[in-house]
């Protein structure tokens, strides 16, 4: 068993464990890194139980009061829709009374104080759980007509920042300068420059972390937040549409007004988009950047920019990061080379990850994800969500177990396919568990939307509390 005070730092502060070194974080040995990983999953275990009320009741449901291998944990785990299993009519009604009650059974922190009288939006009650708590809750984007809320907190938030910082400037392999330990960059940010989004919540951690705190170099495409209000309308009317139930879906009149807004603020986005990277190319010519985009968005800003004969545009050294799949797109197969080539930089950087756990994986100059040390990633059994072995080539459904998570239960069972080889060792170096490039979304394979994980324990015990607040939405 690994020393108490390794294992704390291990699990409450990981970069101090590896020296801030992304060299040492991914070059130990599973042999070593595994008894600290279940040590640490069984020390956050046992707080999460005396903290969170859903995790104490499915343990007690389950007989489980300790853990000691991985596959302990895996019944525990919550299925990814379980952040957005509130009655759906209780954010119509602007019950945020009994919003806030449902959150607390999810935290490990006391929300039950928080004042929602006189709250009339979404946005408004979560900006009274971010001035009262030490939560700062994410939302997710609703595409199927129901908002994901995810209880995550201010410190984690500020922590995983400072790790990205880390992976974007360093290079595996050599020990940091104090040039990638403390980057100052321009950052470009083609979006909103807040709202409450999981990534747009990142939008003020970058501006930090990344700049020094010059508010003159972090460019973001719009200025002003986007209303959560305004995403949950487009959502319920997305889901509704598809269903042929538009006409019946009763929305707040107050909502509905803004709906022209929204339609009109998409409608104009891909003109100023186009019009925001054709003047930062030119003002930030030369200079080292930070930027985020999807695979289409940097493609379609690379391609247009060869066309206008302009390449190499930013300093060498710069971070780019894209990630989130094709979302339908067609690329040609050497789009990262037309990236690259326009960008001026010798490497594009990927990552994987949700917004449930607190770390992205970063994928090697092989294409693969190389899993955190502090999260214990599975392979479950699609129908069955039952483990996969923990040795071989194994494809099934990825679920993963974040020990750093503090705000709630780290343990999730998520909607994607992954390939883990568990055996045979990465040819980048990196001997953390690599997962295989080609992620695939159930919902995409199956062509059904994914919230029928089989995790029953856990929907029984939730599926308790949500009935319970049912009786309150008169």
Known sequence: MPPAHDVSTFMNDPMAYFDRSITKMHRIARAELEPMQRAAMAARFAEHRASIAVVRRLADRLGVDRLADFDDVVPLFFPHTVFKSYPASLLDKKRFDLMTRWLGTLTSYD???????????????????DAETPLEVITSSGTTGTLSIIPKDK???????????????????????????????????????????????????????????????????????????????????????????????????????????????????????????????????????FMIGAYNLMYEVASAGLERGMRGVFAPNSAILTGGGMKGFVLPTNYMDVIKDFLGVDRIQEGYGMSEISA??????????????????????????????????????????????????????SGDEITIDWDTPCPCGLASVPIAHDIMRYSEKQGVEDDRISCSATQEVHGEAVDFLRGFEA
Request: hydrophobic residues 40%; contains cysteine; aromatic residues 12%.
């Open 111 to 129: 929300v039950s104080n928080v004042a929602t009288e006189g709250c009339e939006s979404i946005d408004e009650w979560i900006d009274r759980l």
């Open 155 to 289: 410190a984690g938030a500020v922590y995983t920042m400072k790790l990205w910082r880390l992976f974007l400037f360093q290079r595996f392999g050599r020990e940091p300068t104090e040039d990638e330990l403390y980057p100052e960059v321009d950052v470009i940010w083609p979006n909103h420059a807040s709202g409450k989004l999981g990534h747009l919540r990142m939008a003020a951690m970058l501006k930090r972390e990344f700049t020094g705190g010059d508010e003159s170099r972090f460019h973001a495409l719009y200025s002003d937040a986007i209303s959560t209000d305004l995403m949950f309308l487009a959502s319920k009317m997305r889901a509704a549409a598809s269903r042929g139930e538009l006409d019946r879906i009763q929305i707040d009149p107050k909502l509905l007004a803004r709906k022209d807004e929204f339609i009109a603020m998409q409608a104009r986005r891909p003109k100023e988009m186009a019009e925001f990277f054709e003047r930062l190319t030119r003002e930030l010519a030369g200079k080292r950047v």
């Open 360 to 413: 992205l994986h970063w994928a090697c100059d092989e294409g693969r994800y190389h899993v955190q040390p502090w999260v214990i990633p599975f392979v479950l059994d699609p129908e069955t969500s039952e483990p996969l072995p923990r040795r071989g080539v194994q494809t099934g459904r990825a679920a993963f177990y974040d020990v750093f998570v503090k705000s709630h239960w780290g343990g999730v069972i």
